[in-house]
């Protein structure tokens, strides 16, 4: 009886142990609050606070990208330093270093990264319904890829997107396929495989707008939908 009383102890410390453990590492999340200002790639709180998984991990929303999470403000520095510190650059996350005596040189300013957003049409890259990249695709990637040599790469986000004809589920695995078909191509081209990031929105950001809606012929609407066929390659780096 008295063993048993014992282990029954012992038991208790332990869970009581783990869960001291728990709340003391959720305690040390830091929360984040933006600027509210612009377009915030994480979804935010009244109190303009990032929101965070139980495991810590800030919710992303349709508006992020590497760039978004690099400009966008928490205070000092960008958002990103706090949600995405393997994406945004370290310089950028770090006060800057106070100034050197006057008999010395002045430090250099920190080269902060650019973004270009290139939208390339789809119909460009692929046959229609495809992923397969065609010739004249495979040169405007060329391109792309010498371009994302000529600087300090940070990372390349390449999202597909597709036009309203299908099925939501068709147009997202098309959408996917498409993107991962791009960096397929740009890694066998000399691009580092973890700098680049793949999405698929599927057809839930078209371009077209309501300018198709009275076309009939499905021909003529195919045509009609070409700019909403599209994959958006987006590099980030410094020169």
């Known amino acids: 009886?008295?063993?048993q009383t014992k282990k029954q102890m012992l038991m208790m410390a332990a869970i009581a142990s783990i869960g001291l453990t728990a709340s003391a590492a959720f305690a040390q999340t830091k929360d984040v609050v933006v600027d509210g200002k612009g377009e915030i790639p994480y979804?935010?709180?009244?109190r303009n606070t990032v929101a965070r998984s139980g495991t810590g991990l800030c919710w992303r929303t349709g508006y992020w990208s590497p760039a978004a999470a690099s400009t966008a403000k928490a205070g000092e520095f960008p958002v990103g330093c706090e949600c995405d510190s393997d994406i945004v650059p370290k310089e950028s996350c770090v006060a800057p270093v106070a100034a050197a005596p006057a008999a010395a040189p002045a430090a250099a300013p920190a080269v902060r990264p650019t973004a270009d957003k290139v939208k390339l049409s789809a119909d460009t890259l692929f046959d229609f319904d495809k992923a397969v990249l065609k010739?004249?695709?495979r040169s405007k990637l060329d391109e792309l890829a010498s371009q994302a040599k000529g600087i300090k790469l940070e990372v390349i986000l390449a999202v597909g997107h597709t036009d309203r004809l299908?099925?939501?589920a068709y147009n997202q695995k098309?959408?996917?396929?498409r993107a991962a078909a791009v960096k397929t191509y740009l890694v066998s081209k000399g691009v580092e495989a973890n700098r680049i990031y793949t999405e698929g929105k599927g057809k839930k950001q078209p371009v077209t707008g309501a300018q198709c809606n009275n076309v009939k012929n499905r021909k003529a609407l195919i045509e009609c939908l070409q700019p909403d066929r599209r994959v958006e390659v987006e590099v980030i780096g410094s020169k």
Not at 174 to 177: K, M, T, V
């Open 43 to 46: 979804a935010i709180d009244a």
């Open 1 to 3: 009886m008295i063993r």
């Open 166 to 168: 299908g099925s939501d």
């Open 135 to 137: 010739p004249e695709g």
């Open 174 to 177: 098309l959408s996917e396929r």
